[in-house]
């Protein structure tokens, strides 16, 4: 599987991936440190991004979680993450999650790569509905949400707890799969 779209493209995480991971996760560890805090700490070397790679490579396959990377198609520079976890397979709902790179942030990739595995997730995946779960001073990521036309469903209270942080209430966003 090889999304693509302008000059990037999405495709599951491969065990040849570890080193790059590590790369990314740690010139991004500020903006992964909050929500993102185990994939931070599972790869903060290139020996846990080894075994971090194989495991997510074995969840894709088993279809436990699905990790997709947003790649630059001219350099194959990694420049994103997205998961597609929290899988439901008897009510067909996935969760959303995402991260891009400092230096790539505000130009729309996000948007265009979350759009782009949205559809494939309901046509080649099965799921009905997916969600996103986003804190409301996280802007660039409810514009992510809004830009591609998920619906602000309700504030999830104690959502989600940030090392060395109290709980968080969050906001729930989700997409569904039109009817045919």
Known sequence: MHLSFDSYFIEPIQTQDAWNICNFVVANEDRLKRYFPL?????LTPDLSKLFTEI?????????????LIKEKETKALVGLI??????????????????GYEFEGKGITTNAVTILSDYTFNNIGLKTLEIIVHKTNIASIKVAENCNF????????EHTPPGENPLDMELYELYNEIE
Do not use: H, M, S
């Open 39 to 43: 994939t931070l700490k599972e790869n």
């Open 56 to 68: 997510k490579v074995k969840e894709f396959e088993a279809k436990e979680e699905f990790l997709f």
């Open 83 to 100: 998961y597609l976890k929290k899988l439901d397979w008897v009510k067909k709902r996935g969760e959303l999650a995402y991260c891009i």
């Open 151 to 158: 619906i602000w469903i309700k504030t999830l209270k104690k």
